[in-house]
């Protein structure tokens, strides 16, 4: 009998010293070009909508803001813009793009300073992501074979959205907190390892 307690109880004291670091993993994909960030962090990019950035990261204190920057390189009604991605915790919590995300449409991001990616930005004067197609259908619906290779384990049941009309925006902001906010307000920290990262340390 002992040698099942034991673990069990330090297992249990881990939990108590540890209790809230969960690992999660942000997957983006955007057309054409996008920018994450985790708690104001840059963590990703990618510009081949096509292939996803995936950037794991940790949340010590339960919750990340997660913001997004997709830029779409055609302007205005000569291209269609979109946006897909997913945060996936570790106990299998599926966070999809959809219309629950605030969005925000503005100047492309070189140009914009007011703090948007920060986790205490005000962004109550946002409005709920448009929703389009879900993942697989509508006019990016060619693409998800190939999408598929990244956006498995688990394969995305995202939707594609944008801030306001996709054929009149271009450059277009997403925010929303997952997990479990603190019962006192707590700063969100974690450090990031992504793919992204490693391709940049390399350069
Ligand atoms: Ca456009």
Redesign the pocket.
């Known amino acids: 009998m002992k040698k099942f307690f034991v673990p069990v109880i330090l297992v249990l004291a881990f939990a108590l010293i540890v209790p809230n670091v969960w690992s999660a993993t942000l997957r983006i994909n955007g057309d054409n070009s996008w920018v994450g960030f985790v708690n104001g962090e840059e963590v990703a990019d990618g510009n081949n909508w096509q292939e996803a950035s995936i950037t794991e990261f940790d949340m010590p204190d339960g919750y990340a803001v997660i913001a997004i920057y997709v830029h779409?390189a055609?302007?205005?009604?000569?291209?269609?813009?979109g946006a897909l991605f997913d945060v996936i915790l570790d106990d299998d919590t599926y966070i999809p793009s959809d219309d629950t995300w605030l969005a925000d449409a503005g100047a492309p991001i070189a140009e914009r300073d007011d703090g948007w990616e920060e986790p205490d930005f005000d962004d109550s004067g946002w409005d709920n992501a448009t929703q389009l197609d879900q993942f697989g259908g509508g006019i990016w619906g060619f693409g998800a074979a190939t999408m598929r290779q990244t956006l498995k384990d688990p394969d995305s049941t995202a939707y594609w959205v944008w801030a306001g009309p996709?054929?009149?925006?271009?450059d277009v902001y997403f925010r929303k907190v997952v997990g479990t906010l603190p019962t006192t307000p707590v700063e969100p920290g974690g450090k990031a390892t992504t793919t992204w990262g490693s391709l940049k340390a390399d350069q």
């Open positions: 779409d055609e302007p205005g009604a000569a291209g269609r813009g996709n054929d009149v925006e271009d």
